[in-house]
């Protein structure tokens, strides 16, 4: 025998499906706003930064081309990924071509930024490099740089780069460069030279990745020297940041009158 409840049942099916479907988009589309709306959690970079002041006499005057002016311990807060807020340079192998004219390339990495005599290395004069190994491939944020701060000067052509190759033949990412006339031939630097001191140079860098980071300079405002205390490179692993949220580029810490960073003391059992 045939149903009268024929219409009223396909009504019914109709009206399950159609909801199935409002239901099925409605979560797809909640879903997708919660992984647009997740960011990574932000931190501010903090550097240790050892006590310092010119030992004698009045500074001398910078002379150098293209130079910024700015003070760095007014520089603005950074802001990196929490889980990449760490040193990875640390006690990491540091190689170069260059002579050795005094200390030792592994001063370089060894966490110590002092300013008194014993804490630098120098390399021979012309356009010299430093490469740190950091030993895994990793995803940068930022790099800290200290080359020399007892006399106040500035270091010309500083160029920074990153790579997996450590020849640095290929997949080269320049991340820093204030070779503006391109006397070292790796493109004009649209970076400015800036005075050294014991804040040292915070550079930001946009989650670049690579294993090896490889520095340039080529002497000195006073000098034909290249000096480094220490380097350091905030990063993380590259394959742990595949799995997170992707991550806003770091904020560059341009320099205006703000707030000092934190500045803490070198424990004298770290001074030679
Ligand atoms: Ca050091």
Sequence with gaps: MKTTNTPRASRAIHFFFFGLLVFTIASISFATGNAADKQEEMVELKLEISRFTIPFGAPPQVRIENLDQSEQSKRKPLFIPK???????????????????????????????????????????????????????????AIALWHFYRRERAYRNVIIQISDDAGFKRGVTTVFNTDFENTSKFGAGKDKHYIETNYGKLIPVAGVKGRYVRLYSQGNSTNPGNHYIEVEVYGRDADESAASPAAPAPQAPTIENGK??????VPSSAKK
């Design 260 to 265: 000092e960073l934190k500045i803490t003391s």
């Design 83 to 141: 889980n990449a807020n760490q040193n990875i340079a640390f006690k990491k192998p540091v190689t170069s071509e260059a002579n050795i004219v005094i200390g030792e390339l592994n001063f370089i990495t060894d966490g110590e930024k002092d300013g008194d005599e014993g804490f630098e290395v120098e390399l021979e004069s012309e356009l010299q490099w430093v490469q740190i190994d950091l030993q895994k491939r990793s995803e940068i944020f």
